[in-house]
């Protein structure tokens, strides 16, 4: 059974300070990796994406790929009260376009 | 605007009862699936479809059926045999060869058994 597991948290930072989310993989020939956020009783939105190792900047946002440890995180910056939600970290291989979600970890940023 | 659209958004079924979940795609996706999220877990895969007029099972097809007549829409059945029904319903969709490009989701069915 292919697994994604997070810490479902909740992780709690001050407002302004770094958050790190981390997800491990057990799938080796996982191609690619995705990061969703979701709010309560919403559905999932797409935040970051990365296929490589190494790191991807978006804004506030860094993913981190390390393929040889099977482990991707999601580094948030100057953390806001409104990142407070569940971060999904999705892995995806093959070609059925499939997707293996974690359970999610929850960031509460306290002002 | 492309997108996916999901209806109902709550959904209220009683013992015994089927319904069907409706989910429509303008963005010209290939692939479209269904997940189950219960409170405080991530979510379980029940059904996909890469093209029209085929689908496989996911990890929790029992008690559901599926339906891919027309490349823009994928609606979800949920009948009597799915003894724990209630739950978030989210429909996705790709490219067919998706795992390069996430999924796009719809907003979502909530449903309760009443």
């Known amino acids: 059974q292919k697994e994604v597991e997070q810490n479902s948290g909740p992780l709690s930072v001050p407002e302004g300070a770094i958050a790190s989310l981390n997800c491990t993989y057990s799938?080796?020939?996982?191609?690619?990796f995705f990061w969703y956020r979701q709010y309560s009783g919403k559905s999932p939105e797409l935040i970051m994406s990365i296929y490589s190792n190494g790191d991807k900047e978006d804004g506030r946002f860094t993913a981190q790929l390390n393929k040889a440890s099977q482990y991707v995180s999601l580094l948030i910056r100057d953390s806001q009260p409104s990142d407070s939600a569940t971060y999904l970290c999705a892995v995806g291989s093959g070609n059925t376009g499939k997707l293996i979600f974690g359970q999610g970890t929850t960031l509460q940023v306290k002002p | 605007d492309g997108g996916i659209t999901q209806s109902p958004k709550y959904l209220f079924r009683k013992e015994g009862q089927n319904v069907t979940l409706s989910c429509e795609q303008n963005?010209?996706?290939?692939?479209m699936y269904w997940y189950r999220q219960d409170p405080g877990q991530g979510l379980r895969l029940i059904y996909y479809s890469q093209i029209v007029n085929d689908f496989q099972k996911g990890d929790i097809a029992e008690g559901y059926s599926v339906s891919r007549e027309k490349k823009e829409s994928f609606p979800l059945t949920v009948t009597s045999a799915q003894k724990n029904p209630t739950a978030f319903y989210l429909c996705?969709?790709?490219?067919?060869?998706?795992?390069?490009?996430?999924?796009?989701f719809g907003s979502g069915t909530r449903l309760t058994v009443v």
């Open positions: 963005l010209n996706h290939d692939a």
């Open positions: 996705a969709s790709t490219f067919r060869e998706g795992t390069n490009y996430g999924y796009t």
């Open positions: 799938d080796r020939g996982s191609q690619s």
